[in-house]
């Protein structure tokens, strides 16, 4: 005989069995026949013709089920017409189909069977059990049943028969009363019913108590010994007892368990209670009225519990539930709440908050807004009555089995995100919507949909993607401006908190910096997430998911346009992000086969249903970010996929001749014309110039044509601005020549190599595009047609600036050539420009488009969360900001740098020009750009916006620096100028390493802008220092003599600077590549990260604090080579600066700048005693503490560059009482600090761990640089401090002759607190009052006690400094009358 399998055996021994039962040919126990409902039961003994067995073959099947792993990636079978390659592995194929056993292994969990009886099966010759058939079990039961489930059938006769086990031996009386007659009770069970409150309870059984889970045979008994116990228990108690306990029990328990335990005794009770129609099914049934609640049959006269404990309301149900129903047997009052009219809206009468709730639209509703119910908004539990789902219901309908609930709820997600970012919320929510979802692990719930197997979820899931990742406004702003002056380069959208790197990684130009490092690697997506948003996606394998949503379901088209996006957004964010894009297997060849065919069916009007085998704007786009994040990419994708004849077949035809919608017709030539811009921002792509020759020509000569139609239409502006922004950078590619290689350059050599496009291919381009800068500048008097003009005006003048700087590095030419036409230039198109009025008016809204001037206007997104960077433009920009419709920078900007070309080329034409530079306009904006307000906060949109802002400062500054070169005499906007450049220099940031080091050069160090010097500025400086009552008699010393001479010193003092603040060479070398047109060694279009600007607020300080650094880490502690002068360079500098630029340094507080002078103390033991240091020391000391400054220094605060001053200053004591001698500048710099207004930790530094300082401090008071009443004043309330002030003065460890500044301030501050009387002190404080003054009394040194009781006012004029009183005034001697009479004694009362 077979036997069985038992638990624990293999799948071996299933094996094993399963051929034991083929080889012995037994027939089944049980066959499958197919058969219809319709035409009867099947008949079982009628076997199918063929006998096909599902045998499981499982040869290499190990004995431990397999670990619950990700099963590896499997690729699906392709839609029809979408064949996958042909070199697929063929294993792959087949797994899409395995049967193997493995697919549905799981970890299987036994039931606990312990307590339940266990019945041998009946025993049958068949080798398994017999099926159940439902013809048989129709024929055996009868009609009665009505239409219950099987299920119900088998469970009502399986109770049946437990109840008939149960019942055995007991005789059950009948319960049916007959016909007419009235129920009664036996005397025993009304007697004792009658006993307790609430007599109809039953007492037979236990309601509570039921056995369950007993393992020993005799449960039953059990539980009715101890029901019956505690039914002996209750007997024995009076009413009143019983009425007590029940009180305190349930005021012991949970209010909620009682509910539960009273539902669960009704339930009962009617369970045991018949229906009167199945009792006698002849009688009439009683209605029940709807609006009657349904209760048990025992409730129907209030019982004494029911007058002590209030019950629950009553459910009122919109329907009375009836038996005959299905399911509803057993009524279960709990589970039909659901089905009660809501409550009512309560009325929020405070100001607490509530729970958000949104709309299925995502609007945010209001708390007190009632809405019907038919719009689908109160489905949910908590706060029933409150239309509209919170985020947590919206995140647990994510989880729905339900795909139509997971769809919904991403979409209304999505939208949620969407009116976040557009700012819609406001301030009605507390914090922020996308940082709580980002947190709560929203992220990784849209990756988890993107895995879902329904289309309508992956499609929301990627809607709801596009939505957190790209920002509305974003991407149209960075369109709009892509032919601006450097307008392609751009930051990467990367958090900077990321890039902790060492300043010696600096070195490393950003582009390379596209390795993982180990940290990162190892990093869980959830952690990378947290910093960063997008290396979290990519670390959860999004790009493959994508590339298959695209490849193999074939979505529809918004989903596409979703995907795309994303993929760009995933593109911006860094180079390493870029190429991990472009790396991704078959998912851009993918996306240029479907989405960039070279041919195609012609599209109808309207909505197209795929987008597959169609052209794409948005995926030429995504090429075109791809190629702007590295040289390497851009050659790769033009390389590759045939991408030549792609863009010829897109550039070749018109747009309106491409068969597709016009507007996506116009952006996709758009982006075809920027794409091959961007490749030949980096030499490339000449040889399709030379092809597309002619079909570029005639592009131009449609393009006055274009500029005639009124209004101007925004797509055909952008796509023209695009053509001359391909044309400026192939013109520039013709003055490319490849870089000398150096022995320490790689990179150079890879580069050198000679353009494809030579100058005259190019030359031809200027009488094409002349023309239609004059025609567009026709319109500038009228602002409407100007500003729908876009980019066209800009990007003709950036095209002149490019073809006169290629034309004028043509060594085979004459210059007389190009210096003739560029004053051509200049008599036809520039001075007629110039004294336009019109363009006054563009330099007057410089102001009120600047975000200089209005720092709000780069206010940070009210969604910005850290880790996911936008620029924030949701809505658009406003007409009056930088990137407005009506913003004058882009065409100002392109009209200087075209005059500054000129210039450079031509000089001869610099003094024309320069009349630019005297605009009221450009003045007034110069001069709210230096004012002392603070910088905009640095956010990605700042950035961008204050980027293209110094750009315009910057050629500015440049043409000022030639004209005033060129100029004899000074102009009055020169103080102006320096002024701001300046400030510039100090707001400049990564990416414009150049323009830093070009400031330095021209601008910055130029005795030309310092007008001052010629103008009497030296004489002013004595004057005013003459007024001064603390002048220096020495005429070296004077501040006008050291100001001539850091005059004479600039070059030195330049020198200096560069050698300090220059930026790192690597940096620099990509800087001015990008700014000078050097094509061919230009690496990227991104940008590194601004993370702040490249010189920090307190530069004209950096070479003394890069000496102080390197004198603390020298181990030896010796000096650096030029100490002694680089320390000089910046002390002049700075010295010019505070006398003539004050504007300059008002970044850097007053404290600040005494810790700076500090630090030249503090750089080598010998510098300070350089005369020309101590002069310069000296000069900046008294410029510090005027009046004007002094009430300015704070001490106390946290200072810009300092970690804490106290540290600083105790370094300083111990620096001074090793190697000061006694140096009286020296001392100066250590008596500032202890000011009384100051920090008392400094003082007590002095006078408790540096005592002996107090010996060398010999400044004298006439030399003090502040009034001596700044240490005096207010009296000293420090009790350790004072205790120190006496024990200085008795232990002699402080004297007037070696220490006269701190001898007077210890005698006034002692004396003040000896003789005060203040009765709010404490108890300590007066007692420690009363020793002093008995330890004063008792002194020996005579002089020391006349000071302290004798002392009356400071007085730095006199020897002592503080005037004595000739007697001690009466109030004294009173109070010294109140000491013992044994001190009097022994002291002597003298007056």
Known sequence: MLSRPKPGESEVDLLRFQSQFLKAGVAPAVQLVKGSRRHGDAYPDQLPSQDRRDVVMLDNLPDVPPALVPAPVKRAR?????????????????????????????????????????????SSGVPFPAVFHRSKERQGKSGASGKRSIFAQEIAARRATENRVSAAGEVVPNLDPPEGAVPSETPSSRDKGSQFPGGNHDFHRSNLVTGKGLRSQAAEQEVQTIHEENVARLQALAPEEILKEQQQLLAQLDPSLVAFL????HALEQAGTKDPKEQNPGKPTVPVAKEEPIMSASTSEPTEEDKLEPRAPALKLPVTPNKEWLHMNTVELEKLHWTQDLPPLRRQQTQERMQARFSLQGELLAPDVDLPTHLGLHHHGEEAERAGYSLQELFHLTRSQVSQQRALALHVLSQI?????????????????????LDAGFLFLLRFSLDDRVDGVIAAAVRALRCLLVAPGDEELLDSTFSWYHGASVFPLMPSQEDKDDEGEDEEPTTKKAKKTPEEESCPPPDLARHDVIKGLLATNLLPRLRYVLEVTCPGPSVVLDILAVLIRLARHSLESATRVLECPRLIETIVQEFLPTSWSSMGVGPTSSLYKVPCAAAMKLLRVLASAGKNIAARLFSSCDFRSRLSRFIAEAPQELALPAEEAEMLSTEAFRLWAVVASYGQGGHLYRELYPVLMRTLQTLPTELSTHPPKPLSMQRMASLLTLLTQLTLAASSTHPEPSSDSAEACVSAIPSSVTWMQVSGLQPLIEPCLKQTLKFLPRPDVWNALGPVPSACLLFLGAYYQAWSQQSDLCPEDWLQDMERLLDELLLPLLSEPSLGHLWDSLRHCSPLCNPLSCAPAPEAPPSLVSLGCAGGCPPLSIAGSASPFPFLTALLSLLDILVRIHKGLCGQLAAVLTAPGLQNYFLQCVAPVPAPQLTPFSAWALRHEYHLQYLVLSLAQKAATLQPQPATSTALHHTMALALLSRLLPGSEYLAQELLLSCVFRLEFLPENASGGPEAADFSDGLSLRNSGDPQCKRGALLVQACQDLPSIRSCYLAHCSPARASLLTSQALYRGELLRVSSLLLPVPKEPLLPTDWPFQPLIHLYHRASDAPSGLPAADTVGITMRVLQWVLVLESWRPEALWAVPPGARLARLMCVFLVDSELFRETPVQRLVVALLTWLCRPQVLPNLNLDCPLPGLTSFPDLYASFLDHFEAVSFGDHLFGALVLLPLQRRFSVTLRLALFGEHVGVLRALGLPLTQLPVPLECFTEPAEDSLPLLRLYFRALVTGALRPHWCPVLYTVAVAHVNSFIFSQDPKSSDEVKASRRNMLQKTWLLADEGLRQHLLHYKLPNSSLPEGFELYSQLPRLRQQYLQTLPTEVLQNGGLKT
Do not use: N, W
């Open 417 to 437: 995100i969407g009116r976040a970012q557009a700012g819609e919320f406001g301030d009605c929510l507390v914090g922020s919507i996308l940082r709580l979802l």
């Open 78 to 122: 392709p839609s029809p017409g979408h064949a996958l390659p042909h070199d697929e592995d063929p294993e792959e194929r087949l797994s899409r189909h395995d049967q193997h056993i493995t697919a549905v292994l799981s970890k299987i969990i036994e039931r606990d069977t312990s307590s339940v009886t266990v019945t041998l099966p009946v």
């Open 262 to 265: 009273r539902s669960h005794s």
